[in-house]
């Protein structure tokens, strides 16, 4: 009777014990898309200058996303009607992201204009107008 009621425990507990494990699931990503939008509402017609534009990603100190995307005279910039669009998307990217523009003018320097893609977000448009 003593093994009966032994066996009868081990069985009890070993059942608890595998009915309490937890499993835990993957976290879920979503893909992420960023559209840089870039023109200008100025008219640089006289301006023969070269401007290289980058657009950039990071994710706290993780740089994703550093890509020089196109160089060009300023006075070829396009309007908001004929706007450069690059698009990126993400992976894998949970939390808050930083994401921006850079440019480079030639023989002059540079200007930075970034804005946060926040956890919650799916899609960011960065609209940037050289001025």
């Known amino acids: 009777m003593k093994i009966l009621l032994f066996l009868f425990i081990m069985a009890a507990t070993a059942t608890m014990i595998s009915s309490c494990s937890k499993q835990s699931l993957p ?7 960023v559209n840089f939008n870039r023109y200008t509402e100025k008219d640089f017609s006289a301006e023969k ?3 290289t534009f ?7 100190s993780k740089k994703l996303l550093d ?3 196109a160089t060009m005279r300023i006075n070829e910039i396009p309007t908001q ?14 939390g808050e992201l930083k994401v ?3 440019y480079v003018l030639e023989n002059f320097g540079y200007s930075l204009h970034y804005d946060i893609f926040n956890s919650n977000e799916v ?3 960065m ?4 001025k």
């Open 67 to 69: 890509s020089a995307v």
């Open 54 to 60: 980058f657009v950039q990603i990071t994710d706290g």
């Open 100 to 102: 921006g523009f850079k």
């Open 81 to 94: 009607a004929n706007k450069l669009i690059y698009a990126k998307t993400l992976n894998n990217t949970n």
């Open 127 to 130: 609209n940037f107008s050289y």
């Open 123 to 125: 899609h960011k448009e």
């Open 49 to 51: 200058g070269n401007i």
């Open 27 to 33: 976290v879920k990503t979503l893909a992420r898309t």
